[in-house]
Structures are given as structure tokens and as C-alpha cells.
């Protein structure tokens, strides 16, 4: 018997297939299901093992380049290139193994820090004593892995759902479900009715009679005993066979059935398709290149044996070894130093995510926990025909805080604290409201508490009976202390209540003809330590009246009329007009009750309290999300970015609509989630482009929104944090969990995790990555130029010289020192120009690596880079003429390999930012160093003994001359073609 079908059971039936009783599990058993079920603990996915881990490095696009090109080498007979070339693959993929281990073990640390927290109330039964016939029961905090099947649980407002449960008992319990399901509203749950059967349908979120881990609760009470734990819940992807095997759990037998994941699909990202096309530009270079060598080989005379191996070097030489080790550490650099965020740390579970987040176009995001704070706030106050009231929040603030104060038991709910915070601050949101700060303070002084009926999900209303002493504008007749009935709730369950309604301006009553009674205590509302308490007041408020608290309800009642269908056509109008811009909306309403005995004493106050008949209508408050005040300008940062922002919510489009209003982000026309159905591929990827909020998105359809926005060409992130968020995670190029998902599902999925809450980490962190992908873009296009225009000028010295250009070990040697010296762009700052406002500013983003972009610059920088080379061979020609055979070959030789190693160096520095940036950045001082050495090996390393072995030797001083005046036009004719390349973006690669 699965969950679904003990969902279908009475109560008792439940119970006594779980082996457990009302008053909750004995210790012993408890402990013998805890040892056969597990901790009640969410599965993480299974970690790839190390092989594993190593076959996927493998297939990377990168890796399997190279490697190619050992096999290549290996074949060739250039044993020794082929070794260098394994130990870069190798020292790559090591660094990124490290890297992603590194990542996965601090989120894992930051899951178990927050798990540690988590505790709800349970009640177990304890061994009866000697003088006692049956076990007694006791209730207490149990964390929440310590939560078994049949366990009894206890909710109240606040605690977090620890496990799935079907509910036995409910008092107005109404449950936070965004988390499943990504809606903000409160949903209502009730409980089965005793001696028969519910049908429930499915499991879910829709179930009112099941509570799901990951749930919050937001009012009431309840009762219920735990069906699920750990990898059997809901939330942990069991969407309908939880396991909870009714045999097994009575005898404490583990639990079959658990849920299992099928494989996920395999997800190509952006990162993929940019190494896919990259490389498959590197492998048509390189053969390219070694039929180059070939040719060159077959027309040398006297060569033709070294013309394999040197065709193996050339192909070797024109693709760059260092790609893997470079992207990698570039890649490990950035991911680093998001975990050290100045505003929040990230975490990069998956190391190529890094690269994706820099290449970022459109960042869809929820609105809840984003750009508002998921909590509530008053946004008006108004009478019946919309006109701003500060009388409506007065009684609103009142019924909220007898409710807070004689409610069973006392609690206080998003919508009371938002009026409360309002009324006890003087903030009413509506222009022209009389409404002062010392006015707020004692909103409710002189009223008493005399019975309360708390929001319920049934009634939809609240209800509360206050009385006041004399002089606080609540007498009616003579001096009988006067008794108000006053109720919020919800518009249609009011109206159908009222038969007046209050219109017009109420003008201020004189001062009361009589004192306050000295005798009774008035009263005045205040928190305390996070409470609300009614407390004598001790200053010399007590006789202050209407003037100060406004209206009395004499007043009040004397400025109504009859409701009838015009105005309440009205009322429903208005409360609609509210509605549709995603606030919440209440009514108010009072009338007159008869004395009911004192504040405390409710015997006969529960029918006064359930008889709304009569009413007269105040008005409607309106509520809102309050917005993050962090959202406008992390928003405006990433607009900067050139970032485009998405709400894509399975919340209301009013709610999504009004969030956008609140931080200024032009929200246009919304796109629900029916339409999203009704739409082909086609259809929708024209519609995404222009459409800013998605509302009402069901899981499916949000993953649908992702892939038809990156159908369109677009990078695209999803920032999520429930469960009903992971296909859209799993959709995107790069999935961002927030810290609401902690200890969730989305957590596990996510590629990047972010430890604190806000827009404003993503956006520091977007401008972090942006660096590594300048970064790897530069290596790229900097060395295929550099080698595109030797492999050219080989072709051309095949024609001008009779022996090869450079020997394969020559090669060898010059690639090695020019890949070491190309590492330290891993660790510059070429986009630091962008940041002229700080550290805040936007940067400049840097255009996605295309095949044909990429082939078209280094065929033109390789073509400057080839022009300087034969003018060096021009120079090293007209040194060497009357040379004998070896010297000139070892004087040309030599020439090439010092000219190409400075050039190279020269190429890197100039081209590392594009030209006419403003404000170029300095190099960094590892990008110093590594140019000045290059240059340095370049001019030295032929008149050493290693130079000797390699078939170097010392050039003659007038080379050098002429070398310096060649070095000069390069640079000229650099600058002059980093300057058209700017002006020129389809040939920049930018």
C-alpha cells in the first residue's frame, strides 16, 4: 500500500497500518524505524564516480581535440611531442577535477550547516512507569532527520514541514507552498472526516489533506502523522510512489519502493557549443597545417625523412596545446574567486558553468525572494469608493491585534503583521490620508480585548469584540460601556454580510464630555521581544479621545447607508481593479454587539462572534509583496551588463505585474502559462523575445519558456529555489540555485549556488566570469593568428630556402615557451577598462567564440603576423649570404626562432584588449613577466648550450639591428589592424 492509497483511508485505518496511534510512536519503535528507514534526509544526486568524472573530461571537446592530436604525433614518430602534449591533457583535466571536487564539498558544508537548524515538535509515547497502566505521551523538539513514518507531528505557525504528512487534526491551518509550486499565496488544508473515507486524487500539492515537506506554515494549527520521509517525499521526486509500505512499518521493515531518479539527460550548455565549434575549427586547421608541412617537407631536397615528424609538428604547432590547461585555469581562477564574493559568495558546482555565466544574455528569474522579500506590506487603505481611509486601517490594525492577543492560540500571520506595522507606525500609504506618526503609535490606546475569532480557511474571516472606556469614542448611550463587532476578510464573504456601507469625509467630534473612568485600565497596544500585548498605559494618555483616535463608532455608523446593488456593484469593482494588480485584498467592516463579559472571558462570545448579519462596510485594504529594496539597483546592473531579465512565476500575472512596477523594470504585456500551451515552437520562440513576465507557469512550461529562448540564439540562466523549478534548471545553459533552496532539490541541480540572497550577487558574480571568458577568447585568437601566420610563412620559406624553415624539435621548443608564457592570460584583467564607476560598474561583454568569426581574425592577424616574418627571412637572407650550408641553415634557424618568440610576445600585449577601449587596462604582472621572458628566451636561448643542442647559435649584431627596425613596422601594422578590427566586429571575435 502506497501513499495514495493511505491517503484514501479513513483516519483510523491510517493509523493502524502505520503501526502508531494518536498520541504518536513509542521511543523504542521510533528508534528501530530509524535504524530500517535512514535519516529523514533529502537524497543528493549520486556524485559520478572518479571514473566517471574522468570519461566525461574525456569527452569534452577540447580533450578529445588534443588527444587526437597526440595519437597523430604518436604516429608520426614525435615521441617526444607526444608526451608534452599527454601532460597537458592531463594537468587540465586534474585542475578540473579539482576545481568541481573543491566546489561540491563547500555547498555540501553549507547544506549541512543549514540542515543542523531544522526542528519541528513531535509527540512520542514514553515506557510506562510502575504505578501507571499505559505509556504516557510527551511532546518535544525532534530535528528533522530524526523524523520517522508514523510518527505524530504538531504544526503552528512558522514551523517547516519536516516530512510528508496525511493531517488528523486542523484548526484554520493554511499552508506556504511556493516552494512546490512556486505560487505565494497560502493554501488551505483540512483534515479527513472521521468514520469515512476522502477521496483525495493524486498526491500533490493540490491534496488538501496532505502537508508536503518543504511546506511552510503560515496560519493555525494542526495535526498530522508522518507518511514519508527522506527520499520517499514528495519533494524529493517520488511524485507518486512514496513507498510508505504499510506492511513494513509496523514491524519497523525498511521501506520499499523508494523513489528512484531516472538519468537525466544529457544537457549541452553554451560552453559545449563554443568548444564543439572551436575545435572543430582547431581540427580543420590542423590538417590543414600538416599538409602544409608535408608540401613543404616533399620540396626541401636532401629532407624528405624528416618530412613526417615536421608535418606532425606543424600540425601540433598551429593548434594550441595549453587550450585545455588554459580554459581550465582560467575557468578555476574565476570559480575561486566567486566563492570570495564582496557581496555574497558562489559556488560553481560545475566548473564550465563559469564560462556560461559570462556569456549570459537573458537571466530568468521568479519574483518571490528576488525582487520582493516574500513578505507582506499595506499598500492602501481605502473607503468604498476608493478614496484613501485612514479609518479602515485603524479597525483593520485593531481586529489584527486582538486576534494576535486572544486567539487559540496566539498567533500573528503575514497580513496581521503588515497592518500592525502600518497602523503602530502612522504609514498609510495614500496620498491625503490624516494619518501622523504619534497617531500610529497609539492606534488602538483605551480599546479592550473581549473575544476573538481567528482567520479561518472555512470562514474567511476574522472576527473580534472590543470594548472601550468612556471618552474613547466607542459609548453609545448613557454610560454602559459600549461593545464593537469588528471582522476582516475576505471582499465576497463581507459584502454578503453588510447591509450599510460607510461614504464621505466624517467630520472631528468634540472633545467627550466625560472623563476617562478612572477605573478601568486603558490599554495600548506594543511589541515586545517580537509579540503584540494589550499593557496599561502609564503615560497620561488615558483621557485623550476622538480627537486623537479619530471617528468613534457613533460616528462611524452614522456616516453609513444603505448597500445596495449599485454600490456593491462598487465595492466588488474596486476590490476586482486592486486584485488584478496583484495585491491582496480584505474588507472591514463593524457594527454595534451587545455587551459581552470581560476582556478574556469569551463563554457567550462565540455566537456574537459567528453573527456578522448587519454590518456596516469600512472599506478594503490592499496588500503587496514588498519589494526588495536591493532589486532596482541590482536590476540596473545587470541591464548594464546588457543582460535581459525575465519573471518567469507560477504565481498571478498581477503579482508578478505589480513586483515589476515596484522596482521599475518595464514589464509589458504578460504571457500565462495556458497561452505558453497554445503556442507551437515556432510561435513561442517569436514571443519570448519580447515578452518580460511569464505568469502562471507551470514546471513544464517554464522549462519550455528556457529552451525557446535559447532556440533563439540566447545564453540563457534560471534562477530558481523550488522544486517545481528543476526542469526549467535543467533546461537553461546555466541553472543558479538561491539560498531558499538550501536544503532542496534545486540546491543539488543547480550548476551555480549562491550562499546569499539577491540580484546583486548574481551581477557581481557575471562580471567575475565575463574575465575568464575574455580571458580564454584571448589565448584563442591570440595563438591561432600567431600560429596560422607561421604556418604561412613556413609555406613561404619553402619557396626561398633549401632546407626546412626550423627543425621539429626548433618547433617543439618555441611552442612550449610561447604555451608558458600564453598561461598568464589565465590570470589577467583585460576588461577591467570597463569598470571606470568601480568595482560596481558595468563591463564590457565579451562576444561568444564563433567558428567563423574566430577563422576570419586569425587569418588576418596571421597574415600581419606572416608579413613580419618574411621580412625577417628577407633580413636573415641577405645576413647569411656567403654563409657555407649548415652555418646559414643554423643562422636562419635561429633568426626565426628569436623573432617569432618576440613577436609572439608583442602580439599578446597588443592584443589583449581591443583597440581604442577607453581607459585600457595595464597587463597584469603575471602577464608582464611571461611577455618579458618570452622575449627574453627569444634573444638569449639561442647562444646558450640548450640552444646548441637544438641547432641554434649566436647571430651576428648587425641582425639585430635590422630584427629591431622589422619589430617596428609590426607594431605599426599591428595597431593599425587592432584598430580596423573594432570598427570591424563580424572580424574581431569580440
Not at 532527520?145 to 488528523?168: H, I, K, M, S
Not at 497617531?439 to 476574522?462: I, K, S, T, Y
Request: glycine residues 12%.
Amino acid at each position: 500500500m502506497d501513499l495514495r492509497e493511505l491517503s484514501e483511508l479513513t483516519d483510523l485505518q491510517v493509523l493502524r497500518a502505520l503501526g502508531t496511534s494518536r498520541r504518536g510512536l513509542p521511543e523504542g519503535t521510533a528508534e528501530l524505524r530509524l535504524a530500517a528507514h535512514g535519516e529523514n534526509t533529502l537524497p543528493l544526486p549520486p556524485r559520478p564516480s572518479r571514473t566517471r568524472r574522468v570519461a566525461l573530461l574525456i569527452r569534452d571537446p577540447y580533450t578529445m581535440t588534443l588527444s587526437l592530436l597526440a595519437a597523430a604525433t604518436a604516429a608520426s614518430g614525435a615521441f617526444s611531442s607526444t608526451a608534452v602534449l599527454l601532460l597537458l591533457i592531463t594537468a587540465g583535466c586534474s585542475l578540473r577535477l579539482v576545481g568541481e571536487w573543491h566546489a561540491e564539498r563547500e555547498t555540501a558544508a553549507l547544506r549541512r550547516f543549514v540542515d543542523a537548524g531544522s526542528t519541528a515538535t513531535v509527540r512520542r509515547r514514553r515506557p510506562a512507569s510502575g504505578s501507571e497502566s499505559r505509556s504516557g505521551s510527551v511532546e518535544r523538539e525532534l530535528p528533522f532527520d530524526q523524523f520517522v513514518p508514523g510518527d505524530v507531528v504538531q504544526l503552528v505557525p512558522g514551523d517547516r514541514v519536516p516530512a510528508d504528512l496525511l493531517l488528523l487534526r486542523v484548526e484554520g491551518l493554511t499552508v506556504d507552498q511556493a516552494l512546490l509550486t512556486g505560487v505565494s499565496l497560502p493554501v488551505p488544508k483540512r483534515a479527513g472526516r472521521r468514520g469515512g473515507g476522502v477521496r483525495t486524487g493524486r498526491i500533490g500539492p493540490d491534496n488538501a489533506r496532505v502537508c508536503l515537506r518543504g511546506s511552510v506554515v503560515v496560519h493555525g494549527t494542526g495535526v498530522g502523522v508522518v507518511l514519508a520521509t527522506g527520499a520517499d517525499t514528495f519533494l524529493a521526486g517520488a511524485s507518486g510512489a512514496h513507498g510508505a509500505k504499510a506492511a513494513h512499518a509496523a514491524s519497523g521493515a525498511p521501506c520499499a519502493g523508494a523513489a528512484t531518479r531516472a538519468p537525466a539527460r544529457e544537457r549541452r550548455t553554451a560552453f559545449d557549443g563554443t568548444a564543439r565549434e572551436v575545435s572543430g575549427l582547431l581540427l580543420r586547421l590542423a590538417l590543414v597545417s600538416g599538409a602544409a608541412g608535408l608540401l613543404v617537407g616533399a620540396l626541401v631536397d636532401g629532407h624528405r625523412w624528416e618530412a613526417l615528424p615536421y608535418a606532425a609538428a606543424v600540425g601540433v604547432g598551429l593548434t594550441p596545446e595549453m587550450l585545455l590547461l588554459v580554459v581550465t585555469a582560467a575557468l578555476a581562477r574565476q570559480a575561486a574567486l566567486l566563492r570570495r564574493g564582496p557581496r555574497g559568495r558562489v559556488f560553481a558546482r560545475r566548473l564550465t558553468a563559469v564560462h556560461d555565466l559570462g556569456a549570459l544574455d537573458v537571466v530568468c528569474i521568479d519574483k518571490t525572494g528576488t525582487l520582493t522579500r516574500d513578505r507582506l506590506t499595506l499598500r492602501s487603505a481605502v473607503d468604498a469608493t476608493g478614496r484613501p481611509d485612514p479609518e479602515v486601517l485603524r479597525w483593520a490594525a485593531v481586529n489584527s491585534l486582538i486576534c494576535a492577543e486572544l486567539g487559540d492560540p496566539p498567533e500573528l500571520d503575514a497580513v496581521d503583521d503588515a497592518l500592525l506595522t502600518a497602523a503602530e507606525s502612522g504609514a498609510d500609504p495614500d496620498e491625503g490620508a490624516d494619518w501622523d506618526e504619534d497617531e500610529g503609535e497609539d492606534f488602538a490606546a483605551g480599546l479592550v480585548g473581549v473575544a476573538a475569532l481567528p482567520f479561518d480557511p472555512g470562514r474567511r474571516v476574522a472576527t473580534v469584540v472590543v470594548a472601550a472606556q468612556a471618552g474613547h469614542g466607542l459609548a453609545l448611550s448613557g454610560t454602559q460601556a459600549a461593545q464593537a463587532l469588528v471582522a476582516k476578510g475576505a471582499v465576497e464573504e463581507i459584502l454578503a454580510r453588510c447591509g450599510r456601507v460607510r461614504v464621505g469625509a466624517v467630520p472631528p467630534s468634540a472633545e467627550p464630555a466625560s472623563p476617562a473612568d478612572p477605573a478601568g485600565p486603558a490599554h495600548r497596544a506594543e511589541r515586545r521581544a517580537g509579540a503584540l500585548r494589550l499593557v496599561p498605559d502609564q503615560g497620561g494618555d488615558q483621557g485623550r479621545g476622538q480627537d486623537r483616535h479619530g471617528p468613534g463608532l457613533p460616528e462611524l455608523l452614522a456616516a453609513a447607508v444603505e448597500l445596495d446593488d449599485v454600490r456593491r456593484a462598487g465595492v466588488v469593482e474596486l476590490a476586482d481593479r486592486l486584485a488584478d494588480e496583484g495585491l491582496r485584498v480584505l474588507a472591514v467592516a463593524v457594527r454595534e454587539t451587545r455587551p459581552l463579559p470581560g476582556p478574556g472571558r469569551r463563554p457567550a462570545a462565540s455566537a456574537a462572534l459567528a453573527d456578522l448579519d448587519g454590518m456596516t462596510l469600512l472599506g478594503l485594504v490592499a496588500l503587496a509583496d514588498e519589494p526588495d529594496p536591493s532589486a532596482a539597483a541590482a536590476l540596473t546592473e545587470l541591464t548594464a551588463e546588457g543582460i535581459a531579465v525575465k519573471i518567469v512565476t507560477g504565481d498571478r500575472a498581477g503579482a508578478a505585474v505589480q513586483a515589476c512596477r515596484d522596482v521599475g523594470l518595464d514589464h509589458g504585456t504578460p504571457l500565462l502559462g495556458p497561452d505558453v500551451d497554445a503556442l507551437d515552437d515556432a510561435e513561442l520562440r517569436r514571443a519570448v523575445g519580447s515578452t518580460v513576465v511569464f505568469a502562471l507557469a507551470a514546471p513544464a512550461q517554464k522549462a519550455r519558456i528556457v529552451s525557446a529562448l535559447r532556440a533563439d540564439g540566447q545564453v540563457v540562466g534560471f534562477l530558481g529555489d523550488g522544486l517545481n523549478d528543476l526542469p526549467a534548471l535543467r533546461a537553461a545553459d546555466v541553472g543558479i540555485g538561491s539560498p531558499g533552496a538550501l536544503d532542496e532539490g534545486p540546491r543539488s541541480s543547480a550548476d551555480l549556488v549562491l550562499a546569499a540572497p539577491g540580484l546583486t550577487v548574481l551581477g557581481d558574480a557575471v562580471r567575475s566570469a565575463r574575465t575568464a571568458l575574455a580571458n580564454v577568447g584571448n589565448y584563442l585568437r591570440i595563438t591561432l593568428a600567431s600560429n596560422l601566420g607561421n604556418v604561412l610563412a613556413m609555406l613561404a620559406a619553402g619557396a626561398l630556402v633549401p632546407f626546412l624553415p626550423m627543425l621539429p624539435a626548433q618547433v617543439l621548443t618555441q611552442n612550449l615557451c610561447f604555451d608558458a608564457a600564453q598561461l598568464a592570460l589565465a590570470f589577467d584583467q583585460p576588461l577591467a577598462a570597463g569598470r571606470r564607476g568601480g568595482a560596481d560598474s558595468a563591463v564590457p561583454r565579451p562576444r561568444p567564440l564563433r567558428r567563423g568569426a574566430l577563422a576570419r581574425y586569425a587569418l588576418l592577424v596571421g597574415v600581419v603576423n606572416a608579413l613580419a616574418d618574411l621580412a625577417t627571412f628577407a633580413v636573415l637572407l641577405a645576413t647569411t649570404h656567403g654563409r657555407t650550408g649548415a652555418h646559414e641553415e643554423m643562422l636562419f634557424h635561429s633568426g626565426w626562432f628569436a623573432e617569432n618568440l618576440i613577436t609572439q610576445a608583442l602580439t599578446v600585449h597588443l592584443l589583449r584588449v581591443p583597440g581604442g577601449a577607453q581607459g585600457r587596462p595595464r597587463a597584469t604582472w603575471p602577464v608582464r613577466l611571461a611577455n618579458g621572458g618570452l622575449t627574453v628566451v627569444g634573444l638569449l636561448l639561442p647562444a646558450t648550450p640548450f640552444g646548441a643542442a637544438l641547432g641554434l647559435g649566436v647571430l651576428p649584431l648587425g641582425f639585430y639591428a635590422m630584427l629591431g627596425a622589422v619589430l617596428v613596422g609590426y607594431v605599426a601594422l599591428l595597431l593599425v589592424t587592432r584598430r580596423w578590427l573594432r570598427a570591424h566586429p563580424a572580424w574581431s571575435a569580440r
